[in-house]
Nanobody, 127 residues
Framework: QVQLVMSGGGSVEAGGSLRLSCVASGYTGHYCSGWFRQAPGKEREVIARIFTASGSTSYAESVKGRFTISRPNVPNGKNTVYLQMNSLEPEDTAMYYC??????????????????WGQGTQVTVSS
């Protein structure tokens, strides 16, 4: 059984930083991992993706230059994905999720096309 376990999140003032972590177990063949967020009353949006094989990344315009998706450069690092969030803004307040899939074309996948999801963690940014 595939599980994605998230850690990190919390509350921070505008301009601050947080790092989210997501560790997968039960299956290690995911081609693509991503980070998503959903604010109250809004649809879940993809904010960052990473293609396992090449390490290539893609970002939503709203977070480009502020957020970084990455994997640790260690053995079995492909089971873990991070989201480093810098220069946080109140508009970044949302529930954040990690997800993974074995589908190809990582950087074009929508949220609905990801198969396995973490439990979610709240990020609150105060002004």
């Amino acid at each position: 059984q595939v599980q994605l376990v998230m850690s990190g999140g919390g509350s921070v003032e505008a301009g601050g930083s947080l790092r989210l972590s997501c560790v997968a177990s039960g299956y290690t063949g995911h081609y693509c991992s991503g980070w998503f967020r959903q604010a109250p009353g809004k649809e879940r949006e993809v904010i960052a993706r990473i293609f396992t094989a090449s390490g290539s990344t893609s970002y939503a315009e709203s977070v480009k230059g502020r957020f970084t998706i990455s994997r640790p450069n260690v053995p079995n690092g492909k089971n873990t994905v991070y989201l480093q969030m810098n220069s946080l803004e109140p508009e970044d307040t949302a529930m954040y999720y990690c997800a993974a899939t074995s589908k190809p074309y990582c950087h074009t996948l929508s949220a609905q096309e990801f198969d396995n999801w973490g439990q979610g963690t709240q990020v609150t940014v105060s002004s």
